[in-house]
C-alpha cells in the first residue's frame, strides 16, 4: 500500500515553485558574454530577488535534511540553475553546465569575472572623470553618469556595520556622485549648478537632476 503525503508550503515559502516558474525562462535581456558581468550580475540579484529564489545562489538555503522537502529543494535548485544557464552565452554554458547546485554555478562565475575588478573599476573610474553632456540631453547625460556609479557601487564591499562612522563615507560617495554630473553639465547650466552648490546639504542626485530638467 502506497502512502500519498503533500508538503504544506508557506505562500512566502522560497520551496514554493510557482505555475510560472519555467525552467526554460530567461532572468536577463541581455545574457552574460564576459564584458557585461557587472551589469549582468546586477540584473539577475533583481531578477532572483523578485521570485524569492536569491537564497539557492547565496548559500542562505541551503539542502535540507528534512528528507520530506529535500527533494522539493532540488526542484527549486534545478530550476535556478536552468536560470542561470539560460541567462549566459552558449560558450559559457559548456563551461558550467555540470555545476551540481546553483551555490556552485553562481560562485563560479564570480570568482572567474569578478576577479577582472581592478581593470573594470579602472575603466569605470576613467569613464566618469571624462563623461559629460556634449550633446546629449540631460536626461541621457543623467542616466549614463548615473548607470557608471551605480555599476562602479557595486564592485564596493557590502557594509556590514551599521554604525554611525559608515554614515560620513556614505556621504561623500553622494557628493562625489553630485559632484561629478554638476561638472560634465554644459555651460548653460552653470547658474543652477552654482545655486545647488551652496545648498547645505547638498540635495541628493535624484534631486539635483529634478532641479536640472526644471531649468
Known amino acids: 500500500m502506497v502512502v500519498a503525503y503533500t508538503i504544506q508550503i ?8 510557482h505555475h510560472f516558474d519555467h525552467p526554460s525562462q530567461s532572468l536577463v535581456s541581455t545574457p552574460l558574454n564576459g ?8 540584473a539577475i540579484v533583481i531578477a532572483l530577488e523578485s521570485e524569492n529564489k536569491m537564497g539557492f545562489v547565496d548559500g542562505l538555503i541551503p539542502k535540507p535534511t528534512d528528507s520530506t522537502k529535500l527533494s522539493l529543494w532540488k526542484r527549486n535548485d534545478s530550476i535556478v540553475r536552468s536560470w542561470l544557464l539560460n ?23 564570480n570568482s572567474r569575472y569578478r576577479q ?3 581593470p573594470r573599476v579602472f575603466q569605470l573610474k576613467k569613464e566618469i572623470f571624462s563623461c559629460n553632456q556634449g550633446l546629449m540631453s540631460v536626461s541621457h547625460y543623467f542616466a549614463k553618469i548615473k548607470s557608471l556609479w551605480e555599476e562602479l557601487s557595486d564592485f564596493q564591499p557590502p557594509h556590514s556595520c551599521t554604525c554611525a562612522g559608515v554614515k ?10 553630485v ?7 554644459n555651460e548653460n547650466y552653470s547658474h543652477i ?3 545647488i552648490l551652496l545648498r547645505d ?8 537632476f529634478s532641479l536640472m530638467v526644471q531649468e
Open 116 to 118: 577582472q575588478n581592478g
Open 35 to 42: 564584458d557585461n558581468f557587472g551589469s549582468w550580475r546586477r
Open 201 to 208: 546639504p547638498i540635495p541628493s542626485i535624484s534631486r539635483v
Open 179 to 185: 559632484m561629478s554630473f554638476l561638472m560634465g553639465l
Open 87 to 109: 541567462s549566459v552565452n552558449k560558450d559559457i554554458v559548456t563551461s558550467v553546465i555540470y555545476s551540481s547546485t546553483a551555490t556552485i554555478l553562481w560562485e563560479d562565475l
Open 168 to 177: 560620513p563615507l556614505l556621504e561623500y560617495l553622494h557628493f562625489e556622485c
Open 10 to 17: 508557506d505562500q512566502h515559502d522560497p520551496l514554493l515553485i
Open 193 to 195: 549648478s552654482g545655486q
